[in-house]
């Protein structure tokens, strides 16, 4: 169980998950988890996902600071258009046509979770894991808007070649579902997932409650 003296392991290199993590104030430790994302032509994109997704957690478990943690984090982004994994751009061009594929047009972005029980043996624990799908809606953009859109960079390192926390807000009209899905780590389904398993006794966690103390609010 999370607390101040396990805290969640997030098996990511991505500073997007751990500022979502952060906002919620729990007390976690990153460790990167690398895995090699390559997709076989012909798997689906569920299928990939959660062949990822049970990767980085397996990288995670074999990471020496999962001893003491109190949960295992790990998540993974994909952008699917007509039920096509676009993956991350290769370089600029790859970046310029991921955005002209999605200009004007709606999309799903998926993130999917899997979280479990810190401590040695831990691979032998249950696993929780599920995926989050938000609608992405695209403005139709101007051709010289996506050249230096890609040219800032930005998309390089993303899913689908944009970023919706930043510049690339200009090109979201709208969208349905969790917008921190869309950053990396679904905030709320995460929360709901880590009570449900027992993995948090309470949240938001207070320090003076979590360490035992009396607590600081009155009537609780
Ligand atoms: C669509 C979209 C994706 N992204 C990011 C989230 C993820 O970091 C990235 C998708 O790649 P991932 O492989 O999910 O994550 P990562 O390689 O950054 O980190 P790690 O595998 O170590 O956990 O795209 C945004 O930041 N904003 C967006 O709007």
Redesign the pocket.
Known sequence: MIDHAHPLLL????P??RDILASLGLPFRVA???VS?IKAEEERAEDYQARIVLA?LKAAQERQEAADAGALL??????VLDGRVLG?PRDLVGAQAMLRALSGRDHE?WTRFAVTAGGSGSDERAVHAETVKTQVFFRRLEDDEIVRYAATGEGL????A????GL?AFAVARIEGSYTN???LPACEVIAALRRTGLLSAFPLLPAMDDGASSPLPGV
Not at 11 to 14: F, Y
Not at 74 to 79: C, H, S
Not at 162 to 165: C, V, W
């Open positions: 098996g990511s290199s991505s997007r998950r990167a988890a690398e994302e980085k790990v998540a993974d982004t994909e952008v991350k972005v390192d993303k899913a689908g944009y970023a919706i926390q690339g869309v950053v990396g």
